[in-house]
């Protein structure tokens, strides 16, 4: 296809067909403009110009074309003038944890697109195994998980804390500290395999994970919550995702002696990410706002 150079060669001599004014116009050689020229035609299939003497007169053709591409050339370096001046236009794509994409971006994402209206972000939540594919796949620019990761193609930034807890609608259970090893008989309901959540988790047990009773797994929070109404079941979840319950009474914490399941949270994007001034205002404005 046809280059704006070649274009913008073609609507000049189309007005001024003296090439050598052109050439010193655009600084460049007169055969730098002649085989734009003949380039363009050759794209086409067609003369455009009529060669007489050292002038290159419009013909019928040629006139045609100008008509029909002079408008779009404009549109074209309208365009490319807009996003020259404005670094901050673009689309950002981000994947997140279930936590973290429900419970702590959200509101840091409204306020920047409050401050720049002219962004926009899409949003996909997944769990961390899937997050970090799409980040060396290239189909995110920024990735948001629970655990930290030893990647040598990402980067991982800390960006907030989080503390998981051990919840369940039993009051009694609720009302003492115990030791964690008491309650891995229970009827454990957790997150699926390749969760932050469930892996930290897990991690923080060591060896007495091998004794823990996963009854049920689920993909969604709002599913183990719903299964926590049954007295002996019991979970470890983030505090963010049972503030309500807690307030009104439905869930209550369990105390573990001797043990907490405080984490970071982090940031991530691969190391041969492009830098624009777009992707560092956000990255910036997150590890300032959450």
């Keep these: 296809m046809f280059t704006i150079k070649e274009l913008d060669f073609f609507?000049?001599?189309s007005e001024n067909t003296n090439v050598s004014k052109a050439a010193k116009d655009f600084k460049v050689t007169q055969s730098a403009i002649s085989l734009a020229i003949k380039s363009l035609e050759e794209?086409?299939?067609?003369?455009?110009?009529?060669?007489?003497?050292?002038?290159?007169i419009l013909n019928e053709r040629g006139r045609y074309f100008?008509?029909?591409?002079?408008?779009?050339?404009?549109a074209l370096k309208d365009a490319q003038n807009i996003f020259s001046k404005?670094?901050?236009?673009?689309?950002?794509?981000i994947i997140a944890s279930k936590?973290?994409?429900?419970?702590?971006?959200?509101?840091?994402?409204?306020?920047?697109?409050i401050k720049y209206p002219q962004i926009k972000i899409e949003k996909e939540t997944a769990n961390s195994e899937f997050i970090i594919r799409k980040l060396h796949e290239a189909k995110s620019d920024i990735g948001f998980i629970e655990n930290e990761v030893e990647d040598m193609d990402l980067n991982c930034i800390k960006i907030a804390q989080d503390e998981l807890i051990?919840?369940?609608?039993?009051?009694?259970?609720?009302?003492?500290?115990?030791y964690i090893d008491t309650l891995l008989d229970r009827k454990w309901i957790m997150r699926e395999k390749g969760s932050g959540t469930r892996d930290f988790f897990?991690?923080?047990?060591?060896?007495l994970s091998l004794k823990l009773n996963i009854f049920l797994e689920f993909s969604e929070f709002e599913e183990i919550k719903s299964?926590?109404?049954?007295k002996e079941t019991i979970t470890c979840i983030s505090k963010h995702a049972v503030k309500r319950e807690l307030k009104e009474g439905e869930l209550f914490e369990v105390k573990i002696k001797n043990m907490d399941f405080k984490r970071n949270l982090y940031m991530l994007y691969h190391k041969n990410k492009t830098k624009t001034r777009l992707f560092e205002e956000f990255m910036e404005f997150i590890k300032q706002n959450v």
């Design 43 to 56: 794209k086409l299939g067609e003369r455009l110009f009529d060669r007489v003497g050292k002038k290159l």
């Design 166 to 178: 051990v919840v369940s609608s039993d009051r009694e259970l609720a009302k003492k500290e115990r």
């Design 227 to 230: 299964v926590l109404s049954h």
């Design 11 to 13: 609507i000049y001599l």
């Design 99 to 113: 936590t973290i994409s429900g419970y702590i971006l959200a509101d840091p994402i409204y306020r920047f697109l």
């Design 86 to 93: 404005n670094k901050m236009g673009g689309e950002l794509k």
């Design 202 to 207: 897990i991690k923080k047990l060591g060896k």
């Design 66 to 74: 100008k008509k029909i591409i002079e408008p779009h050339l404009i």
